[in-house]
């Protein structure tokens, strides 16, 4: 059987034919709802892939590695970073992902990073607080990010300013893998730097870090592919606490009468920032690659062919989430989101993350009174992959 034509998918998908990246950068969740109402599973010949909005066909995708896999050679982050735990499947995805699964689970995190998270939180706030205003995703959720991340990783030499650097380098190329494009020249840079400034810890005492455990005989990982899983942690790690507070913020300061809410009652604030994740993920999208010809909703997926699960889509499913464009912080359900995906995927650093989160979005709550949006500024979230507002620029009362 031969495979179909380009007209003959346009034909058979329409809406999926007339998407745009720009689109799905600029403002994804109409088409995305278009979709998942008449095209749940459809070829979009933007992305060179199908792409999957319904929150049961995503779940569906990203649970079966046996017939959608991450192993192919045009995954985006493996042409970046080479192979890593979110590039594998199978035996091999286990031995690369279990070094590091211990100490990123709640309790470990917990007991770890409570005091880091607060004590940076608070030192970043210190710097910004007088002046009145700021830009908080660069002043405040990217810096906490990069240097929880770093004390995670044990690159105790590096500067955050470095690492936030090799960060954008590497997510810049992602995303252009994703739009179509090559890997870029600043993913290469960023990701020769992050290689270096972690050489010395892989010959440590396995007991010194999570790397050089990682490099130790028990894990039997070459250094190589230590650095590569180091390069999924240090860009996942920053860019999803960086997304999470930026856009939990975004929500709470377009919404008065949530913000107002979560301020009378902080009990209400881990509701919120899960209602944020489910309106609008940092990372709206994952690949897949069907191993083998496969039914799918219905849309017959060739082998080989790229498979887009749609995080934002799934997230917004009214099948599941009642009235679901709205920003509800009381919402019963909010957690049953995927934006830290699912399955052998699932993001390995979430506990972390909400760690983070919880505890900037609180302190920033606690000590910027006043806080609201800068009105000359327009902080809606962008991004294909990534989604986040690309500046926050906002006021408050300063104390002097």
Avoid at 76 to 98: F, N, W
């Amino acid at each position: 059987m031969t495979a179909p034509t380009e007209a003959e998918r346009a034909a058979a998908f329409p809406l999926g034919a007339a998407v745009s990246v720009e689109q799905l950068d600029r403002d994804p969740h109409p088409v995305l709802a278009r979709l998942r109402t008449q095209e749940p599973v459809s070829w979009v010949p933007a992305l060179g892939g199908w792409i999957v909005t319904r929150r049961d066909l995503a779940l569906q995708v990203m649970r079966d590695a046996d017939a959608f896999t991450v192993d192919d050679p045009r995954f985006s982050t493996a042409q970046v970073v080479g192979a890593s735990m979110l590039s594998l499947d199978g035996d091999e995805h286990d031995r690369h992902r279990a070094p590091f699964a211990r100490p990123f689970r709640r309790a470990p995190v917990e007991a770890r990073f409570t005091a880091v998270v607060a004590e940076e939180t608070d030192r970043l706030l210190d710097a910004i607080a007088p002046a009145g205003e700021a830009e908080l995703r660069r002043a405040l959720a990217g810096p906490l990010a990069a240097a929880v991340v770093t004390v995670a990783l044990g690159l105790d030499g590096a500067r955050v300013g470095d690492v936030l650097g090799w960060y954008d380098g590497i997510v810049a190329s992602v995303t252009a893998i994703t739009a179509g494009g090559a890997p870029t020249a600043a993913g290469r840079s960023g990701y020769a730097a992050l290689r270096a400034a972690i050489e010395p810890s892989l010959h440590g005492d396995p007991a010194s870090s999570l790397l050089a455990a990682a490099a130790g005989r028990a894990a039997g990982l070459a250094h190589d592919r230590v650095a590569s899983n180091a390069a999924v942690l240090l860009f996942g790690g920053i860019e999803t606490t960086e997304g999470m507070i930026a856009n939990a913020l975004v929500h709470l300061l377009r919404h008065p009468d949530a913000l107002a809410a979560v301020r009378a009652d902080p009990a209400l604030l881990p509701g919120a920032i899960e209602e944020s994740l489910r309106l609008e993920p940092a990372a709206a999208v994952v690949d897949r690659y069907a191993t083998r010809a496969v039914e799918l909703g219905g849309a017959r997926i060739g082998a080989r062919e790229l498979v887009v699960v749609s995080i934002a889509g799934a997230n917004r499913d009214p099948a599941v989430f009642p009235d679901p464009d709205a920003f509800d912080v009381r919402r019963p359900n909010a957690r049953l989101h995927i934006a830290f995906a699912h399955g052998p995927h699932v993001c390995l650093g979430m506990h972390l993350a909400r760690l983070e989160a919880h505890t900037a979005v609180r302190r920033v709550l606690e000590r910027l009174a006043g806080l609201r949006l800068d009105p000359a500024a327009d902080p809606a979230p962008r991004g294909l992959v990534f989604r986040k507002p690309p500046e926050l620029r906002a006021r408050w009362d300063a104390v002097r």
